[in-house]
């Protein structure tokens, strides 16, 4: 792709995951529940440990990749400070390990600094994050200024158009936006390459550590507020991206054992035990693991959002999420919404032939990669069309009306069987867990 054109596709993902960050966010901001919780609307009270634990996965595997930067920026500000002594140190590991001494070391150095800020509440972390925002931005905006000004402006870079032509440049349009949108924001890192010194650079910890190979006081004082920067950022995302988010996600797991701080703590050493280093050497590698991870999470975004949006015209029985037996409106057969996990896998299964050449790297094309180039968007729109399908065709109990959260232990299939038991209808139910108007809209449909 040409550089306009790679442009366009980054701001198409954007536009995109802004939409989907909006519609997968609705159901909190309006219900005042977390993913774990409203998942329980669509798997039923069991099947939702399911995308629950794909999402703590997703966590672990980010979290060791951000710690991975994070030693990266370590290293470029100890360069800076220490001098050659740090920069031209030997590395005594073989190029099995994937991993230099020098890397190794600061990847448990930002390691140490990482794991006592897991123990800080998030809320009162607000105003280094937003120290942290400023200092990344004008990192980004300062490194793209010099990388300009180094190079004597952009080059052939802006003039230089495609190399392919036809349905080979399509496909690779629509992989390259679908790759962004699979790996949400952290596909920016990936997308992005540098032509510096007759080298190309894939990231910019990798540029600021060349850099650093000619340790001028000027370049070590230049990559030492670079590196701060983005020391900072990486701080800021595994706390904030993984760590917090996958620790609350495990606390639904094993909520007798796990709180959200030991959560992020179990999330930080799984991520550390994935060696991650293995995963990040190479800008193709990245790229297909960003894109990757969306042949599994595409489908349950489609059916969270069918669901939430169409099945059930943005209602809810709240207290029936919590409702862990069968009077649960949500509980359907033992426990699990037989459509969900079908139109999940009606999303996988095209995509994983696709899936597994990529992870393989073979040669041979065929048309299940074509499909794979889009998985994203297909994984989404099948499922999401099979699990309404399903919903429309085979609807549950208690599919439409709300209810307000209160305290009980009864949900609403329990507040019908006494109702249809006693000939007095729903309505004249007195019962400990809805009122009577909120049983009345219940019944709405």
């Known amino acids: 792709m040409s550089v306009g054109q790679a442009m366009a596709m980054v701001v198409c993902g954007c536009i995109v995951i802004g939409i989907l960050a909006v519609l997968g966010g609705w159901m909190g901001s309006h219900h005042h529940v977390g993913f774990t919780v409203t998942s329980r609307s669509s798997w039923g009270m069991v099947g939702a440990f399911w995308p629950v634990l794909n999402r703590v996965l997703t966590g672990c595997v980010f979290m060791g990749i951000q710690m991975y930067w994070g030693g990266l920026a370590t290293r470029i500000v100890l360069n800076a400070i220490i001098g050659p002594k740090l920069i031209f140190m030997e590395n005594t590991l073989p190029a099995s390990a994937n991993v230099t001494t020098p890397n190794l070391i600061c990847f448990f150095v930002f390691t140490v600094m990482l794991a006592p800020l897991l123990l800080v509440p998030p809320e009162k972390l607000q105003m280094p994050f937003r120290v942290a925002f400023v200092m990344i931005t004008t990192v980004i905006v300062g490194m793209l200024i010099w990388s300009l000004?180094?190079?004597?402006?952009?080059?052939?870079?802006?003039?230089?158009?495609?190399?392919?032509?036809?349905?080979?440049?399509?496909?690779?349009?629509?992989?390259?936006?679908?790759?962004?949108?699979?790996?949400?924001?952290?596909?920016?890192?990936?997308?992005?390459?540098?032509?510096?010194?007759?080298?190309?650079?894939?990231?910019?910890?990798?540029?600021?550590?060349?850099?650093?190979?000619?340790?001028?006081?000027?370049?070590?004082?230049?990559?030492?507020?670079?590196?701060?920067?983005?020391?900072?950022?990486?701080?800021?995302?595994?706390?904030?991206?993984?760590?917090?988010?996958?620790?609350?996600?495990?606390?639904?797991?094993?909520?007798?054992?796990?709180?959200?701080?030991?959560?992020?703590?179990?999330?930080?050493?799984?991520?550390?035990?994935?060696?991650?280093?293995?995963?990040?050497?190479?800008?193709?590698?990245?790229?297909?693991?960003?894109?990757?991870?969306?042949?599994?999470?595409?489908?349950?975004t489609g059916i969270l959002i069918a669901d939430y949006f169409i099945v059930r015209r943005r209602q809810l029985h709240l207290t029936d999420l919590y409702v862990g037996n069968s009077s649960s409106a949500y509980w359907y057969t033992f426990g699990i919404n037989w459509r969900a996990v079908t139109a999940w896998a009606m999303g996988l299964w095209p995509l994983l032939p696709g899936f597994v050449h990529a992870v393989k790297m073979t040669e041979n094309y065929s048309s299940w990669d074509n499909l794979y180039d889009l998985n994203y968007f297909l994984g989404f729109a099948t499922s999401f069309a099979v699990h309404l399908g399903l919903h429309t065709a085979f609807p549950a109990r208690w599919q439409r009306g709300s209810s307000p959260f209160e305290f009980g232990e009864k949900g609403m299939l329990a507040l019908q069987s006494n109702a249809e038991l006693d000939g007095s209808g729903i309505h004249e139910v007195v019962a400990p867990t809805y009122n009577k108007a909120s049983r009345a809209h219940g019944m709405s449909d």
């Open 149 to 300: 000004a180094a190079a004597g402006g952009a080059g052939p870079l802006l003039t230089t158009g495609t190399t392919q032509r036809g349905s080979a440049l399509s496909w690779n349009m629509l992989y390259g936006l679908q790759s962004f949108i699979g790996g949400w924001s952290g596909g920016v890192l990936g997308q992005s390459a540098s032509k510096l010194y007759g080298q190309l650079f894939w990231n910019p910890f990798l540029l600021l550590l060349y850099i650093q190979s000619n340790p001028t006081a000027s370049a070590r004082a230049g990559t030492f507020f670079a590196g701060l920067g983005l020391l900072a950022s990486q701080l800021a995302l595994c706390i904030v991206l993984n760590s917090v988010s996958a620790g609350m996600d495990l606390t639904t797991l094993f909520p007798k054992y796990i709180n959200i701080r030991r959560g992020a703590t179990i999330i930080m050493i799984i991520g550390i035990a994935i060696v991650p280093w293995n995963y990040v050497n190479e800008a193709s590698t990245f790229i297909t693991i960003l894109s990757g991870w969306s042949v599994f999470l595409s489908p349950m």
